[in-house]
C-alpha cells in the first residue's frame, strides 16, 4: 500500500509556511514531505511562499537533507530523510552502524555538516530559533543533532538559538551519537529530554526495537490495526480460517499516517477497513471485537 495521505501532508507544508510558527504537526509533515516519491523520483517536499531553500544535500553515503529557513518565526529548518526502503542498501548500513554497532556513520556526519551550514546560510536574515525533524532513520539523526547542538555550535563561538526537535517514528542512535560527540570534542546535552520529542507507536518496531536509545522523549500515539480472513492459530484450532485482528507493520511507519492521526493518543486506535479502503480513529486502545468466525462489519 502506497502512502496515503500525501496530499494532505503537502497542503500542511504549505500552510505551515504561511503562519507564524511551526507545531509539532506542521513538523511532522516536514518529516513526511521529505522523501523521494517513487513514481516521479523527486521528493514530495513543496516549499512555496514563506519558506526559504538555503540548502539541499546529497552528499556520498545516502543522506539527504535539507536546509530551510521560516519567515515568520525566523526560524532555521533542518529536515533529515528517512529510509528509502528495502531497497536503500545507504540507508540500512546506516541504521545497523549506528543503530546496532553504535557507530556514528557517514550520514551523521553530513546531518551535522548540514546543521552548521544550514545556520551559515539562515544568519543573515536573523535566526531566533532551530528546528530539526525526520521521520525513522531522519528522527534518528535529528536526535543526535538535537543533542550535540549546544555544544557543536559554542565550539564554533557561537551562541545558538534554542534549539526543538521533533522526530517521527525515529530509530535510535544515542549511543553512536555518544561516540560522535567523544570523537569530535562534542558534549551531549544533558537538557535534551526536555525539547526533542519522538512521536511513535508501540506496534510500529522501528522505536520499539530491543536496544534503542535516544537522547529525547518518546511520545506515543495510537497504533493501527485490520481485520484479516486466515487460518486458524493455537493448539485447539479447527483448521477452518477465521477473523483476526493483525498489526501491519508497514503501515504502523508509514510517515503520512502519522501526519494524518497526529492528534490521536495511545489510548486510542487507528482502524483500517479493507472493504472501504478507509482508516478512522476509534476509542480505546485496541478494537473490542474478539476474533471468530463472523465477518466484523467493518472489516
Not at 122 to 127: E, I, L, M, P, T
Not at 166 to 183: D, E
Amino acid at each position: 500500500m502506497d502512502e496515503p495521505f500525501r496530499q494532505e501532508v503537502k497542503d500542511a507544508v504549505n500552510a505551515a509556511g504561511l503562519a507564524t510558527a511551526i507545531d509539532d504537526r506542521a513538523a511532522v509533515a516536514l518529516a513526511a514531505s521529505f522523501y523521494k516519491n517513487r513514481d516521479t523520483g523527486q521528493t514530495d517536499g513543496q516549499f512555496g511562499q514563506g519558506w526559504e531553500v538555503l540548502e539541499q544535500v546529497s552528499p556520498p553515503g545516502g543522506y539527504d537533507g535539507i536546509a530551510l529557513r521560516h519567515a515568520a518565526s525566523r526560524s532555521l529548518v533542518i529536515v533529515n530523510r528517512g529510509t528509502e526502503g528495502a531497497s536503500s542498501v545507504a540507508d540500512w548500513l546506516q541504521n545497523i552502524r549506528a543503530g546496532a554497532l553504535h557507530q556514528p556513520g557517514p550520514q551523521m556526519t553530513s546531518a551535522m555538516a548540514l546543521l552548521g551550514s544550514g545556520f551559515e546560510k539562515a544568519k543573515a536574515k536573523g535566526v531566533d530559533q532551530i528546528l530539526i525533524c525526520g521521520h525513522s532513520l531522519g528522527g534518528a539523526l535529528a536526535d543526535v543533532q538535537g543533542a550535540l547542538a549546544k555544544s557543536f555550535f559554542e565550539k564554533r563561538n557561537i551562541t545558538p538559538p534554542p534549539v526543538r526537535v521533533v522526530g517521527v517514528a525515529s530509530a535510535g542512535f544515542a549511543p553512536a551519537g555518544r561516540n560522535y560527540a567523544a570523537a569530535n570534542g562534542l558534549t551531549p546535552d544533558p537538557a535534551a529530554p526536555a525539547y526533542i520529542i519522538h512521536y511513535v507507536r508501540s506496534e510500529d518496531l522501528v522505536p520499539s526495537y530491543t536496544g534503542r536509545a535516544i537522547f529525547g522523549t518518546d511520545q506515543r500515539i495510537a497504533s493501527v490495526y485490520e481485520a484479516r480472513f486466515q487460518p486458524a492459530s493455537g493448539p485447539h484450532t479447527t483448521g477452518h480460517p477465521e477473523w483476526v485482528r493483525i498489526v501491519d507493520r508497514l503501515k504502523q511507519h508509514m510517515r503520512t499516517l502519522y501526519y494524518q492521526f497526529f492528534a490521536e493518543t495511545k489510548a486510542r486506535h487507528i482502524w483500517y477497513s479493507h472493504n472501504t479502503k478507509q482508516f478512522a480513529a476509534r476509542n480505546g486502545a485496541f478494537p473490542d471485537w474478539k476474533r471468530g468466525f463472523q465477518r466484523p462489519d467493518d472489516w
